[in-house]
């Protein structure tokens, strides 16, 4: 079973950067879509960006595109995701998950249920608080 873990969150000024880890253990990565999530308190989770596992075809959230660049190192297994611009509204606990049966990455729009479905691996998650 694929295992993902996040790292590199913390607390940052508004219009500060942050790059964030998921490190995936027990598989090879390329065998993976890699989903990144996040969810602010009282706000349904939501998909920000995926790496695709075939060409690595990358997709965004139109909330996050022109400020957040998902990469992944497959050497390291482990993919990144860099926030550039980054606002209060960013606020929230990010999640990397991976998906395995499809070709290509999922829609970052994907309802919640159906994201629980598709992903089927999930990390814990790490905190990123963007305030002044």
């Known amino acids: 079973q694929v295992q993902l873990v996040e790292s590199g969150g913390g607390l940052v000024q508004p219009g500060g950067s942050l790059r964030l880890s998921c490190a995936v253990s027990g598989a090879t990565l390329d065998d993976y879509n890699i989903g990144w999530f996040r969810q602010a308190p009282e706000k349904e989770r939501e998909g920000v960006s995926c790496i695709g596992k075939s060409d690595g075809t990358t997709l965004y959230a139109d909330s996050v595109k022109g400020r957040f660049t998902v990469s992944k190192d497959s050497a390291e297994n482990t993919v990144y995701l860099q926030m550039n611009s980054l606002r209060p509204e960013d606020t929230a606990v990010y999640y990397c998950?991976?998906?395995?049966?499809?070709?290509?990455?999922?829609?970052?729009?994907?309802?919640?249920?159906?994201?629980?479905?598709?992903?089927?691996?999930w990390g814990q998650g790490t905190q990123v608080t963007v305030s002044s």
């Open positions: 998950a991976a998906n395995r049966e499809f070709d290509f990455c999922p829609d970052p729009g994907i309802a919640t249920t159906v994201a629980d479905i598709v992903y089927g691996d």
